[in-house]
């Protein structure tokens, strides 16, 4: 399973870039605006400091929700890093029409706002090289986001789709966990999660125990 970081904040994409195991990031309007970023030059500047941070894919979302604007704004955003920006677009009818356009010219894209298998199966007619399916967001309101990804993954494998399954609103390490048993292709998760898959008690005390026999060997 890859692993992206789900945050604009270039500390936090350094530290993970710095574990050596980071395979892309993604951002959405809401992470860009928490990073305090304003204006188009200012947002652009800001996406090309992330793709010079990390070596993989940049999931960069259009503001725009009309076609013809989803469109304008994602031709802008590829041109920032055409190796690295992944075009992100809605799940609506004007997104997956754009999904299609951008496919259809070899731009990566990232279909998201995913609530079910339904729009799953347009994202992936549609070409999108990620669908996004929300695991906290729907968790939040009593239904079963793991559940959406397993069927989303079994969906795909059962028609042969290319798209990859890129589970996203991932609030804790156990989702990661639970992504690895289902079987999703990437799992976009904050630092904080990544890093709680680093602990274990018996590690930490395991090491306690061995550098008090390193120190009674000096
Ligand atoms: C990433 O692609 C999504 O935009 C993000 O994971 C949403 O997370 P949230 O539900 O915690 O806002």
Known sequence: MKFFIDTANLEQIHKAQALGILDGVTTNPSLIAK????????????????CDIVSGPVSAEV???????????????YQIDPAKITI??????????????????????????????????????????YCSPFIGRLDDIGEDGIQLIAQIVETYSYYG??????AASIRHT?????????????????????????????????????????????
């Open 63 to 77: 503001f725009a929700t009309d076609y013809d604007g989803m469109i304008r704004e994602g031709e802008e955003l």
């Open 35 to 50: 990073e305090g970023v304003k204006g188009k030059n200012e947002i652009f500047k800001h996406y090309k400091a992330i």
């Open 161 to 166: 789709f290319g798209t990859q399954v890129l």
């Open 174 to 218: 156990n989702h990661i966990l639970r992504c690895i048993e289902v079987g999703a292709d990437v799992a976009t998760c904050p630092l904080k999660a990544i890093l709680g898959l680093v602990e274990h008690p018996l590690t930490t005390k395991g090491l306690e125990i061995f550098c008090k026999a390193a120190d009674s060997m000096k």
């Open 88 to 129: 992100k677009l809605p799940c609506t009818e004007d997104g997956i029409r754009a999904v299609k356009y951008f496919s259809d010219k070899g731009y990566r894209t990232n279909c998201t706002l995913i609530f079910t298998v339904g729009q799953a199966l347009l994202a992936a007619k549609a070409g999108a090289t």
